[in-house]
C-alpha cells in the first residue's frame, strides 16, 4: 500500500497486464489477503467485469463511472 492506496496487476491470458490503483480503506484490506486470485473475465459493451471470491459491502456507492476507473459491483446489483 502507498499512500493513494493498493496497487493492482490484472494479467490477462496472451500476456496483457493492465495496473490498477485502490483505494485504502480496511474492509479491502482483509480482502486483499485472499489475492492473488485466477477467474473468467467477460464483456458487457466496454466494460470487463470478472466474478471475485469475495464478498465486500458497498461504501459510496455509484452507478455511472469514468473511463479506466475499477469498481466493485456485487452480484445480483
Same mark, same amino acid.
Given at each position: 500500500?502507498?499512500?493513494?492506496?493498493?496497487?493492482?496487476?490484472?494479467? +490477462?491470458?496472451?500476456?496483457?497486464?493492465?495496473?490498477?490503483?485502490?483505494?485504502?480503506?480496511?474492509?479491502?484490506?482483509?480482502?486483499?489477503?485472499?489475492?492473488?486470485?485466477?477467474?473468467?473475465?467477460?464483456?458487457?459493451?466496454?466494460?470487463?467485469? +470478472?466474478?471475485?471470491?469475495?464478498?465486500?459491502?458497498?461504501?459510496?456507492?455509484?452507478?455511472?463511472?469514468?473511463?479506466?476507473?475499477?469498481?466493485?459491483?456485487?452480484?445480483?446489483?
Amino acid at each position: 500500500m502507498n499512500t493513494l492506496g493498493y496497487r493492482i496487476v490484472f494479467r +490477462f491470458s496472451g500476456g496483457l497486464e493492465v495496473e490498477g490503483v485502490l483505494e485504502d480503506n480496511k474492509e479491502l484490506e482483509k480482502r486483499l489477503a485472499r489475492s492473488p486470485f485466477t477467474s473468467v473475465v467477460s464483456l458487457w459493451g466496454e466494460e470487463v467485469y +470478472f466474478p471475485l471470491p469475495i464478498k465486500m459491502e458497498l461504501k459510496g456507492e455509484r452507478t455511472v463511472m469514468s473511463i479506466g476507473e475499477i469498481a466493485y459491483w456485487p452480484e445480483g446489483n
